[in-house]
Structure formats: C-alpha cells, structure tokens
C-alpha cells in the first residue's frame, strides 16, 4: 500500500465493513508484536525490506492497528512513534514505487510539459549545467502539480520555494513528499480523534498493544523525557488551553455560568491536571491521585476564581454549587469529600465540541488550534505534545 489515507486505502475499509468494523478484525489477523514490528526498527533506524513488501491488507491492518492503541493517548510520545516510523515507511515506498494519482491521499494533478516555459525550466532544474549527475538532476526536476489552496493548507515555510504559476505548485519530488508528510500527520491526528471517542468499546488487544508502544516510546525517548517529560500528569499550563476553556476562566453572564463553571472547566481542568489520557472512560480520581490536595490546591481555586468572574459571581448566588463541583468529579453532592468518596457519582468527562457549540455558542470562537479538534481536552494535549516536540527539537 502506498498510501494508508488514500483512495485505495478508502476503498478496502469501505469492502471491509468500515473502519470499525476492521479494528473488530484486526485482533485476530495481527499479532502485538507484528503490530510493533512496524515501529521498533526505530531504534536501529534501518527499514526492514519486509515491511516494504507487505501485501495491501496486511499493511493497512498493521497501520490501523496502531491507530487502535493511539486511541489511549492521543498526542503522546507514541503518537510521535508512530508518526515517524510509518511516514518512513510510505514516504520509502513511494520514492521507490512511484506515485498512483488513485493511490495517494494529496490532490495532485496531471499536467503537459509545455505548462512550464523551457526558459523557466532551464533556470530551475539548472538543465544547462553539465556537471550535474543524473541523481541530482532528478531531484530538482517539476513533477508534480497542486492547487495553490492545497498547498497553502500543508506548506509551512516560505512559498518562495515553489514554483507558481496559474493558480497551481509545481513541485519536485522532495517538495511533494514534505506536503503528503504533513498530510499524512494530519490525517492521522484526525483518525486518533475519531477513534479516542470510541475507545471503550476496542477490543483489550488495543489497550495491550499501546502498553507495549509506550514501553518503547518511554525508552526511544528517554533522553528527552529526562529532559522535558511526557503529557502525563503535570501543572496546568493556561497558555496551552482551548478559546472555550479561556472563555469559561474570564468569567461568564449568568445564564451559561452553571454550564461554563461546573460542567466544562471541572471536568476539563480536573482531566488535564489529573489524567490526561484516562485509559478508560468509567475512571475514578482516586485511580489517579492519593489524597485531594491537586484538586483542593490547584484546580477548585481556579474554578471558584472563574465563578467569582462571572456576572452575578456564581457561588455568591449559589453556595451550594461547590458541592456540584464535588458531584461533577464523582463524589456524590457534597462540600466535604474525602478521597475514598470518588466513584460515588461519575467523573464527568469534558464535553466534545458539538456539544459545547449546542449548549453554550457563545464559549465556542475557534482558533486556528481547533481545527479537526472534537473535545476541548484533546487540543490541550495537542498543544502540549507539539510544546513538548518543539523543546526537545530546539534542545537537539
Ligand atoms: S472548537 Fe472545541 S476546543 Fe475549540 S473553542 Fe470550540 S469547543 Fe473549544
């Protein structure tokens, strides 16, 4: 397969049955260490042929059975792995075998020679210079063409670089291959968000095999993890929050103040700070911290800091809603909860974004952070992972 997001790709999970449908199926077709086989020659940095050779449905099988484990932490150090060891993978594959048009995920086009004047050619391929070898020729040749809007959604540096003529990028294999990358990082972002909303009903193979990723994820990167750590439980890093979550902390009108304060920044600001990446959804506080003082220290002043923000100050006109903070949290309604307490209600998780636009419009103004984002928690460990990935890129 050369593409794990392209048509090709698309089609054999539409006869399959659907993604679903798949990841129900993959268990008993992929073993976990053949799953892993596809991210532990990492480690030496050598691409075993092999993986090179799979047939279509073995390669995507592999590919989405990864995208299963992610689905327990997405935007973690595994995400990383499995980012880099399969864009080597397709990016081999497809400087080796060519690009099918019906096979790759980014919107290329055909295109005629004469598109591009010779004179222009001459100068940009440097085809008057004979001293070139033929490898090198070839790198710097046009071979590809995209709409100028495509490029510009997946091109991060200067436009300077490419090619540009009538609306469209001319573009040279290297070129090409850092667009489909970046798209092929989004396009898995965008999976591990759709499948993070159905992780309770995956099979344990999934939950097995992201221990096993994250066992090698701790040790590829334990430099960087002595250095900077992981999007485990750590302090609350505002910067790093969601427009909404902002929007709630300012202080809300009295008619979204309940929804704002004691359903969204609870469960948000409780989640963040105290499991980030809950291996499952029936979670309790105590599964995750020993005694209250995280909640008591860092996150009710927070919350009662925001409720005094709003208009009228939430907990002036209603005392009692401290005791559905604890409620939210899964203690029961209660204003003195002691750790064991936890579980006597359910831990409200933060509410998706389709959500939170239905209930309260006016806490929702995207930026560009958001694209592709279905719940306020995920953007923050988006955020955090490429805070994380930056520093230790910037350190290295
Ligand atoms: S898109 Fe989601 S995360 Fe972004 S502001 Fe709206 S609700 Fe919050």
Same mark, same amino acid.
């Given at each position: ?20 449908? =798949? ?20 480690? %030496? ?30 935007? #973690? ?26 096979? $790759? ?34 790198? =710097? ?25 009538? #609306? ?80 709630? $902390? ?23 700070? $105290? ?48 005791? %559905?903070?604890?409620?939210?949290? #899964?203690? #029961? ?8 307490? *936890? ?8 509410? %998706? ?37 930056? *520093? ?5």
């Amino acid at each position: 397969m050369l593409d794990p997001f392209g048509p090709a790709a698309k089609e054999l999970v539409r006869e399959i049955g659907g993604v679903n449908e =798949l990841l129900m199926r993959i268990p008993s077709y992929v073993g976990i260490d053949k799953a892993m086989e596809r991210v532990i020659w990492l480690k %030496n940095g050598k691409l075993p042929s092999e993986l090179l050779k799979l047939a279509d449905l073995e390669d995507l099988m592999g590919f989405y059975a990864l995208l299963g484990a992610l689905a327990f932490s997405p935007y #973690g150090l595994e995400m990383e792995i499995v980012k880099e060891a399969n864009a080597r993978i397709y990016t081999e594959r497809i400087s080796r075998y060519g690009i099918s048009h019906s096979k $790759i995920s980014l919107p290329l086009t055909t295109f005629d020679e004469d598109e591009i004047p010779k004179k222009d050619r001459i100068i940009l391929e440097k085809r008057l210079h004979e001293e070139i070898s033929s490898e090198e020729r070839k790198k =710097l040749q046009l071979e590809y063409k995209m709409h100028i809007k495509d490029i510009l959604l997946l091109w991060e540096d200067s436009l300077k670089e490419i090619y540009i003529k009538k #609306g469209h990028g001319y573009l040279t294999e290297r070129q090409m291959l850092r667009l489909w990358r970046k798209s092929f990082e989004r396009n898995v972002e965008r999976a591990v968000e759709i499948l993070y909303e159905i992780r309770d009903e995956l099979p344990q193979y999934y939950l097995r095999l992201y221990e096993k990723l994250s066992e090698f994820a701790r040790d590829y990167f334990k430099e960087r993890l002595e250095r900077f750590g992981s999007a485990k439980a750590q302090p609350l890093r505002f910067d790093l929050f969601p427009p909404c979550i902002k929007a709630a $902390i300012r202080g809300v009108p009295s008619g979204l103040r309940n929804y704002a304060i004691t359903v969204l920044l609870t469960s948000f600001l409780s989640y963040a700070r $105290i499991c980030p990446n809950p291996p499952r959804k029936d979670i309790r506080v105590k599964d995750c911290i020993k005694d209250l003082s995280v909640i008591e220290k860092e996150i009710l002043p927070v919350i009662i800091e925001a409720g005094n923000r709003c208009t009228p100050p939430l907990f002036e006109d209603q005392p009692n809603e401290v005791k %559905n903070i604890w409620y939210h949290l #899964g203690f #029961g309604f209660t204003d003195k909860p002691n750790i064991e307490d *936890s579980g006597n209600t359910p831990w409200y998780f933060p509410p %998706n974004c389709d959500k939170i636009r239905a209930n309260a419009p006016q806490l929702c103004k995207p930026d560009r952070n958001c694209r592709n984002i279905k719940n306020p928690l995920t953007y923050y460990l988006r955020r955090l992972y490429l805070e994380n990935k930056r *520093s230790g890129e910037k350190n290295e």
